[in-house]
């Protein structure tokens, strides 16, 4: 088989490329012939498994000096096979990776349980587990970089963080001498060159603070260390970390705690400056132009751009999103462009770039085994490389990609260019302001020029805590001149500016948020229309400025709420912490769908909808983990089952801003068992406790469980078949009719549907339609007396408002569900949908049903986000603006001319269908 691979083409390339092009290939092939002729017999796969299969089986107990030879022979077979796999294009970049990385894993755990060993039999420690060393031995090898990641290259050094625990039982007084002699041992064993070659480069310095700590460092300092001191880059180099060798456990323990410095809760947009300041150093270091030379790894267009432009979007969004927690260059960059965080077909250009800046990293290397990222420097050498690369279009091919690869670099790193000179908006630093300066704002319409002087004077002299780093005080210069612009577009400009100065003053810190509106300009923009419109929105900035990374999450995550919680979720340890993070997504989530609406990217069905589905994401997530707690303390029900309902706004699918939960919780057990009901009643009030206890943002929800069987004459959770007595013989008509908008949202396995089929058969009982009819127009008689409309703006209550409407939906269903169960929805627009297909109403009222229906909860939406009182006449423009866009009106006179023929037209519905027989 070996001679007839030999005379392929395939295989006389692989061949002539070992021994024409690369003296080191072809000592290798000359020295481990029989790797070389596996490889043509059975192919490298095989062949690498067994490289890798005799490493895993070397004994802690193998003498040093035969350990040493073993670990080098191995590594000279994998370079071999992992070689020619390369050349001869068998292997994708991925498996080439992850072939070197897994036997420098593996290499690097036989030289660490050797090395214990020989600690433990010496007396320098004594192991818990000396037969399996590593066991809870209180070390741990932390893999950081292209280790791990899985991504070494052909030549790599392996970065490595050593750390024990000196609290743990291996270890006495003098354990940190001995540990560093363990270091150095380690070291040598692994990077040692003699007549074999070497097994792998052992590179230390990323431990913290290298010039002044041993060379394995304790575990408080570590911790203490990256609590404090830790920097951008060190987050970027964590971000990659894994345990690899020692006591795994340990490290999986450490990588933990130190989770929220890699990962930070709010979104990192000065990380993206940081991090371009390495490049620029970097560049600074690297220079040089041309081909001869240059450094595919450093170099404009190189390895490194590509890197750096994965690592930090994981570090601006992983904190948020620990799905793009991925330390792979190859695997992130189609899930950054999944999540929308950067453009598909630039994650798909860059990926393919980065094969091919692999592929010349490890040919450079294949030469001579040299950890060189640099191109020959002479055009004979370079062009015998191009030969061993394969690619004769190199010289044209490769600058275009590297012009591609900074390109995309360049526009990521990219910041806005600042505003033109002639702009002045100095305020001065005392007395009157400036001539110009006044000049200026009044230009942009502002009126109380002296406060916003003093107020720029404050910031300027960082009298407030979020300016009093030099570096939030550059940032604010430079975009004050957009800010003032921005601000000054809204209606009035100088509420507006006092909102941001209320924003500003309250954080403690400014740098992160002026460097999210560095990164992101648009968003200065959008934030003045908030802080112009809607107070509300603008108050719940001010309490919490991190809010505003909503806004940059794109849309597409309003639909999906449930995945994204729940991996929010996964880091979650009881059920307070799950609460809380349950509340800020939540607080997180209604503001961008607030915005949203503001802006009118969204109409009121889909503000409804994704509001609906974030209250279900919610509730889903909690109700699990509150049974969980429940069952803990008051054990466990048998049979118990337990389902949470909700009506109204919710059930309907139909949530504004600030809605509140229509509740019901109803629960069955066992026949057998005795007075459950208590059990039960604690676990509703568990459940609505984790959904009304106030955080920082407020209370997740406001809940109203009025709506139950009895009201609030009855208990809060409800057994199954007190349901289904009450609801077959006493119920009133108005309960039934709110019992049109009932869902089940979340419930333990098995029960939604047995609760889905009362609720049906609750509907579905026979009523005189003459009787319904008839509660239900005393029904609005009754609450139009008690509950006038107190203005022009109170759409529910008004004449032909959304009272009606909706009673117009609900009585009709009940009348004829009976006979018709399919017209059941809990949905509005649904069920006149619905009702117009069974001819039940023509679909000229379902066409004036369905539209009065859109507009008076678009008129609640709007008003519920700005705070637009009802009892408004003269509405402040700002607020008037975003109505006005909503419901396609021109001007106050041409919306409520609206709102007026849209309330008669629904009245001559109702008295048709509902008040009269």
Not at 290 to 295: T, V
Not at 540 to 550: P, R
Request: overall charge neutral.
């Amino acid at each position: 088989m070996s001679a007839a691979f030999a005379t392929t083409p395939h295989g006389r390339a692989v061949l002539e490329s070992l021994g024409g092009n690369a003296p080191y290939l072809a000592d290798l092939a000359c020295r481990e012939a029989e790797t070389l002729l596996a490889c043509m017999a059975t192919g490298p796969d095989a062949t690498l498994a067994a490289v890798l299969a005799a490493v895993r089986a070397l004994p802690p107990t193998t003498a040093r000096a035969t350990l040493g030879a073993a670990l080098r022979q191995a590594k000279r077979q994998a370079a071999l096979c992992i070689a020619i796999a390369d050349i001869g294009g068998m292997w994708p970049l991925e498996q080439i990776t992850r072939g070197l990385s897994d036997l420098a894993e593996y290499a690097l755990r036989a030289a660490t349980d050797h090395l214990l060993l020989c600690l433990h039999q010496t007396g320098k420690i004594t192991l818990p587990h000396p037969e399996t060393p590593s066991r809870a031995c209180g070390f741990v090898a932390l893999a950081l970089g292209k280790l791990g990641a899985f991504e070494l290259n052909y030549s790599s050094d392996i970065d490595l963080v050593l750390l024990f625990d000196p609290a743990a039982p291996p270890y006495d007084d003098e354990a940190t001498g001995i540990m560093a002699r363990f270091a150095r041992d380690l070291t040598a064993l692994l990077a040692a060159r003699d007549e074999g070659g070497y097994v792998f480069r052992v590179d230390l310095r990323l431990r913290p603070d290298p010039s002044a700590t041993p060379p394995v460092v304790a575990l408080p300092t570590a911790y203490a260390y990256y609590e404090a001191h830790g920097r951008t880059w060190e987050r970027a180099a964590f971000s990659k970390a894994r345990a690899i060798a020692g006591d795994i456990a340990l490290g999986e323990e450490f990588l933990a705690h130190i989770r929220p410095f890699i990962w930070r809760k709010y979104l990192d947009f000065a990380a993206i400056s940081d991090i371009h300041e390495m490049k620029r150093q970097i560049d600074a270091q690297t220079g040089g132009h041309g081909l001869l030379g240059f450094d595919v790894k450093r170099g404009r267009g190189g390895i490194r751009e590509i890197e750096f432009i994965v690592q930090t979007l994981g570090l601006v969004w992983g904190g948020a999103e620990p799905a793009l927690r991925i330390p792979a260059t190859l695997e992130a960059l189609p899930a950054m462009a999944r999540a929308k965080h950067l453009p598909e077909r630039a994650a798909k250009a860059l990926a393919a770039d980065y094969r091919v800046l692999r592929q010349v990293e490890h040919r450079l290397q294949m030469i001579a085994d040299r950890q060189t990222h640099a191109l020959p420097a002479t055009s004979e050498s370079l062009e015998n490389f191009i030969t061993f690369l394969g690619d004769p279009e190199f010289k044209r091919s490769f600058p275009r990609l590297l012009a591609r690869v900074h390109g995309h670099f360049a526009a990521f790193f990219a910041t806005p260019a600042p505003a033109a000179p002639e702009t002045s908006f100095d305020p001065g630093t005392e007395g009157a302001p400036p001539a110009r300066f006044t000049a200026a704002l009044e230009a942009l319409g502002y009126t109380d020029i002296r406060h916003i002087a003093e107020r720029l004077r404050a910031w300027n002299n960082g009298t407030i805590p979020a300016l009093r780093a030099e570096r939030a005080r550059e940032l604010l210069a430079g975009l004050l001149p957009g800010l003032l612009h921005a601000l000054a577009g809204q209606p009035e400009p100088d509420k507006a500016f006092g909102h941001f100065d209320m924003l500003l003053s309250r954080q403690r810190a400014g740098v992160q948020l002026l460097s999210l509106f560095q990164r992101n300009p648009a968003l200065l923009r959008r934030l003045a229309a908030v802080l112009g419109a809607a107070p509300a929105l603008a108050d719940y900035l001010a309490e919490d400025s991190q809010a505003l990374e909503a806004l940059l999450v794109p849309a597409a995550r309003f639909a999906k709420p449930k995945p994204v919680l729940r991996r929010q979720l996964a880091e979650a340890h009881d059920l307070e912490q799950a609460t809380a993070i349950t509340r800020r997504f939540v607080r997180q989530e209604e503001f961008h769908i607030s915005v949203a609406t503001l802006e009118g990217r969204m109409d009121a069905d889909e503000a409804g909808r994704h509001r609906t589905a974030l209250a279900e994401a919610a509730i889903a997530a909690l109700l699990p983990r509150v049974l969980a707690t429940h069952k803990a303390r008051y054990g466990t029900l048998r049979g118990g089952r337990f389902a949470v309902v909700v009506l109204g706004k919710a059930g309907a699918a139909e949530m504004l801003a600030g809605s509140d939960l229509d509740l019901m919780m109803i629960y069955d057990h066992a026949q057998d068992v005795e007075a459950p009901s208590a059990y039960f009643v604690r676990a509703c009030h568990a459940f609505t406790g984790a959904l009304t206890t106030r955080g920082p943002e407020g209370p997740l929800y406001h809940v109203d469980m009025r709506l139950r069987p009895s009201g609030n004459q009855g208990p809060v959770a409800v057994s199954l078949a007190a349901f289904r007595r009450y609801h077959a013989n006493e119920s009133w008509t108005w309960e039934r009719l709110a019992l049109t908008r009932a869902r089940v949202i979340a419930a333990t396995p098995g029960f939604a549907p047995v609760v889905r089929a009362a609720i049906a058969e609750a509907l579905t009982r026979r009523t005189d339609a003459a009787t319904i009819k008839a509660d239900t127009g005393a029904m609005r008689e009754r609450l139009a007396k008690e509950l006038p409309p107190q203005g022009v703006f109170d759409v529910k209550t008004r004449t032909g408002g959304m009272m009606e409407v909706v009673f117009i939906a609900q009585a009709l269903q009940l009348i004829h569900a009976p006979e018709m169960p399919a017209l059941l929805h809990p949905n509005t627009v649904s069920a006149f949908k619905a009702l117009r297909a069974a001819e039940i109403i023509t679909p000229r009222e379902a066409e004036t049903l369905i539209a009065a229906e859109q507009l008076w909860r678009t008129i609640q939406g709007i008003n519920r986000i700005t705070g637009l009182s009802d009892r408004a006449t003269h509405p402040p423009a700002a607020m008037l603006g975003p109505l006005l866009r909503a419901t396609g009106t021109l001007d106050l006179d041409m919306l409520t001319t609206k709102m007026d023929e849209a309330g008669h037209s629904v009245r001559a519905c109702f008295n048709h269908l509902i008040a009269t027989n």
